[in-house]
């Protein structure tokens, strides 16, 4: 079964930091391209960053460029979101979803998510 | 930056037809995806490339993209449809841009 399972969310003060994980079984994670997505609480999704199959190529969203660093490690099928100085507006479930057409750029499967509480 | 706009509610009646649009500037020159978010579950990719069916998506689901609008239709719409939709395009600058979601109500 193709499955992406997230980890590392939890509660965390502004100005902290948090590393997310993202473990991918069921297929070659060193061909796929991967994707964190997160989704605030009530609202919808908001992609955040991509990183390509060599970690080559990586973009970020204006909204945490600068702040969120992304990562994979192949060997271990595992796909990685260093999240510092957090403020509450990053409060959400964050999702890592494989870029599943090159095309259309779809993404496929999406992780259940981990949860990330920025609050004092 | 690329934005993609949908309406936040539809309403339809069980069997009937259900429309969802997306729109956005040019949007019938980039490919679409659509998602199915069921509450409290992850999204699920549900339509590509404007009109294509993941397997194991069923055929009561098909999708269009013309001009400024695409459009995610739901044939025979059943209760288990209830879900958040959201539309997705690629976009050189914004990257991945998502609609803001239509929640369906059957």
């Known amino acids: 079964e193709v499955q992406l399972v997230e980890s590392g969310g939890g509660l965390v003060q502004p100005g902290g930091s948090l590393r997310l994980s993202c473990a991918a079984s069921g297929f070659t994670f060193s061909h796929s391209n991967i994707n964190w997505v997160r989704q605030a609480p009530g609202k919808g999704l908001e992609w955040l960053s991509y990183?390509?199959?060599?970690?080559?190529?990586?973009y970020y969203a204006d909204s945490v460029r600068g702040r969120f660093t992304i990562s994979r490690d192949n060997a271990k099928s595992s796909l990685y979101l260093q999240m510092n100085s957090l403020r509450a507006e990053d409060t959400a479930v964050y999702y890592c979803?494989?870029?599943?057409?090159?095309?259309?750029?779809?993404?496929?499967?999406w992780g259940q998510g981990t949860l990330v509480t920025v609050s004092s | 930056s690329y934005e993609l706009t949908q309406p936040p509610s539809v309403s339809v009646s069980s069997g009937q037809t259900a429309s969802i649009i997306c729109s956005g500037d040019?949007?019938?020159?980039?490919?679409v995806c659509w998602y199915q978010q069921r509450p409290g579950q992850s999204p699920v990719l549900v339509i590509y490339?404007?009109?294509k069916r993941p397997s194991g998506i069923p055929e009561r689901f098909s999708g269009s993209n013309s001009g400024n609008t695409a459009t995610l239709t739901i044939s025979g719409t059943q209760s288990i449809d209830e879900a958040d939709y959201y539309c997705?395009?690629?976009?050189?600058?914004?990257?991945?841009?998502f609609g803001g979601g239509t929640k369906l109500t059957v």
């Open positions: 997705q395009a690629w976009d050189s600058d914004t990257i991945w841009v």
């Open positions: 040019k949007l019938g020159d980039r490919y």
């Open positions: 990183i390509s199959t060599t970690g080559s190529t990586i």
């Open positions: 490339q404007d009109n």
């Open positions: 979803a494989r870029v599943w057409d090159s095309s259309s750029y779809a993404l496929d499967p």
